[in-house]
Antibody, heavy 123, light 110 residues
């Protein structure tokens, strides 16, 4: 079964660092781009960025560039999203998702999604 | 990049059809044939319903269809069923290997 399994919920204080994970299985992990999507409480989905596990290439949405860092450890088929200094507005559900395909002309959408990781930032 | 514009809500009775619009610009929806639609039930992961404007992933009922005209894409759900009640989000390629989502539409089956 093709799936992405994310790490568990986190509760952090402002200023703390955090790294959440997304482990892929059931497919060639290094052949598909992985993306991250934020959903703040009561709000809609926001496209954060994508990373190619094969060579660690990344593309960030301008809104998230410099705010988060995507990385990958392909030896354990795991993608990461990290913050160096969390803020209260980072409180949200974060989803990882697999890009359906990549042809160099555009981005078709995410076909496999993780279950989400809830991040709460509160003093 | 600005979020694509969707109506906040839509509704229909069982068996009816409903269409949800998604308006962008020539820099996203109008410029590329990479529009996707997601169904999101609260507490669950989003599900891809349409990609490349009008293609359905395997397993998605053919009651769901997508189209595009100019800067506006549309998702039509025919033969509404109770389980179709969910939030629906459109997304479009926006150039430079980035994408953008719409604000979401809450679909209610009356």
């Amino acid at each position: 079964e093709v799936q992405l399994v994310q790490s568990g919920a986190e509760v952090k204080k402002p200023g703390e660092s955090l790294k959440i994970s997304c482990k892929g299985s059931g497919y060639s992990f290094t052949s598909y781009w992985i993306g991250w999507v934020r959903q703040m409480p009561g709000k809609g989905l926001e496209w954060m960025g994508i990373m190619y596990p094969g060579d660690s290439k990344t593309r960030y949405s301008p809104s998230f560039q410099g705010q988060v860092t995507m990385s990958v450890d392909k030896s354990i088929r795991t993608a990461y999203l990290q913050w160096s200094s969390l803020k209260a507005p980072d409180t949200a559900m974060y989803y990882c998702a697999r890009l359906l395909y990549y042809d160099g002309s555009g981005l078709p959408g995410f076909d496999i999604w993780g279950q989400g990781t809830m991040v709460t930032v509160s003093s | 990049q600005s979020a694509l514009t969707q109506p906040p809500s839509a509704s229909g009775s069982p068996g009816q059809s409903v269409t949800i619009s998604c308006t962008g610009t020539s820099s996203d929806v109008g410029g590329y044939n990479y529009v996707s639609w997601y169904q999101h039930h609260p507490g669950k992961a989003p599900k891809l319903m349409i990609y490349d404007v009008s293609k359905r992933p395997s397993g998605v009922p053919d009651r769901f269809s997508g189209s595009k005209s100019g800067n506006t894409a549309s998702l039509t759900v025919s033969g509404l069923q109770a389980e179709d009640e969910a939030d629906y989000y459109c997304s479009s390629y926006a150039g430079s290997n980035t994408a953008v989502f719409g604000g979401g539409t809450q679909l209610t089956v009356l």
